[in-house]
């Protein structure tokens, strides 16, 4: 009877534990709300982007072949113009030829790091100078180069570093797919690039002639000494840790994930098809597109895009403003929180604010800002 009593007892203590795990487990509901402001500045606009300081939000933008740099400044819920910003004149005539392809990374609102296809410069502005330039034909050998993934530069004040993607030139083989480092900081002291030893995710499995692969660009934050990249069609995130050099590696898969549908990759073996497998799957199926870490909630957000427009052989059935959109909340320990998902407001990306998440889209002559405010369960 007693031992009988005693395996109740622990049967009983084995359900509790699994319902408690199981609780502990569950996704918690993420409300959201949106809020719009709309900014009338110029057609033809540039580096678009916010950069947030002690004195205040401010959102930047440029138009082409223009010396100046138009600031705003967030003001009661709107951005207000506040500025112009003067780009050093022997900056631009050292890049004449690729005027129209800046983008920026505030270190503050006096120095700025500028980019372009070709060079990386810091610039101050306060005193209207060129302070250095870098080639990217002298940073690495004659075969990478370092990429500006989408204009989204952001100054890593912790390392004083600026942390870039690595692209091999020789995309013929295709073996910076999955055999080579793609992470680097840029250090503007020295001039140098500390490659990181994480290696793309090659991520294959086989049924019979049918595979699904893994997103090539890596999407990437940091928090301080932390990296954290994330793909565009895996759930695999890595983080590296720089100051014990430390490599961890997690398969993340939220409530909507929905696996790539199989695809017959027969010929796949000339490089120009896999490229359109890749672009084919990644567009009309889900689709992981921002990965980035919010200072000040120490959350990160996993941005994604889930049901597709469908299409048969003369186009698409439905619209782009029938995709889903949405993102994943993920603690510190890259634990999810929860999912949000709404339909059809899309944006260029998302920065996390001290007043919640701001995202944009140009039209015309307009930008159209976009703050994304969330609340759930801490």
Same mark, same amino acid.
């Given at each position: 009877m007693q031992n009988n009593y005693m395996l109740k007892n622990l049967g009983l203590l084995f359900l509790i534990s699994v319902l408690f795990c199981s609780c502990l487990e569950k996704e918690k509901e993420i409300k959201y709300s949106f809020t719009q402001d709309t900014i009338v500045i110029a057609k033809n606009l540039q580096i678009k982007g916010f950069y947030e300081d002690k004195s205040g939000i401010y959102f930047y933008a440029k138009k082409y072949y223009c010396d100046s740099l138009f600031l705003y400044q967030e003001q009661n819920g709107h951005f207000e113009f506040h500025s112009f910003l003067n780009l050093p004149k022997s900056y631009l005539d050292s890049i004449k030829e690729l005027n129209s392809a800046i983008d920026l990374a505030f270190i503050n609102l006096d120095s700025v790091i500028a980019y372009t296809p070709q060079t990386i410069a810091l610039l101050d502005l306060k005193n209207n100078a060129l302070l250095k330039l870098f080639h990217h034909s002298d940073l690495l050998n004659d075969t990478c180069l370092l990429l500006n993934r989408g204009g989204k530069l952001k100054w890593n004040p912790e390392r004083k570093t600026l942390p870039m993607m690595i692209i091999c030139n020789d995309v013929s083989r295709r073996t910076w797919n999955y055999d080579t480092k793609f992470l680097g900081e840029f250090s503007l002291e020295t001039g140098q690039v500390n490659i990181l030893p994480l290696i793309y995710p090659y991520v294959e499995e086989y049924y019979g002639n049918k595979n699904y692969y893994s997103g090539t660009d890596p999407m990437i934050t940091f928090k301080r000494d932390r990296y954290v990249v994330g793909f565009n069609t895996s759930p695999v995130i890595f983080? =590296?840790?720089?100051? @014990?050099?430390? *490599? $961890?590696?997690? !398969?993340?898969? #939220?409530? @909507? =994930?929905? %696996? /790539? $549908? +199989?695809?017959?990759?027969?010929? /796949?073996?000339? %490089?120009?098809? =896999? *490229? #359109?497998? &890749? &672009? +084919?799957?990644?567009?009309?199926? !889900? =689709? !992981? +597109?921002? /990965?980035?870490?919010? +200072?000040y909630k120490d959350v990160y957000y996993r941005f994604f895009a889930k049901d597709m427009p469908k299409k048969n052989k003369d186009g698409l059935l439905n619209t782009l403003k029938d995709k889903y959109y949405g993102l994943t909340v993920m603690d510190k320990n890259l634990k999810i929180i929860g999912d949000a998902l709404w339909q059809g407001k899309k944006t260029n990306y998302w920065v996390p604010s001290s007043k919640g998440l701001l995202g944009m889209s140009s039209y015309d002559d307009k930008v159209i800002i976009i703050k994304l405010t969330l609340t759930y369960e801490k």
């Open positions: 983080t =590296y840790t720089a100051n @014990n050099n430390k *490599i $961890d590696s997690f !398969f993340i898969v #939220n409530s @909507n =994930y929905k %696996p /790539l $549908d +199989e695809v017959d990759t027969t010929g /796949l073996s000339n %490089p120009s098809n =896999y *490229i #359109n497998f &890749i &672009i +084919e799957g990644s567009t009309y199926q !889900f =689709y !992981f +597109e921002q /990965l980035v870490y919010d +200072e």
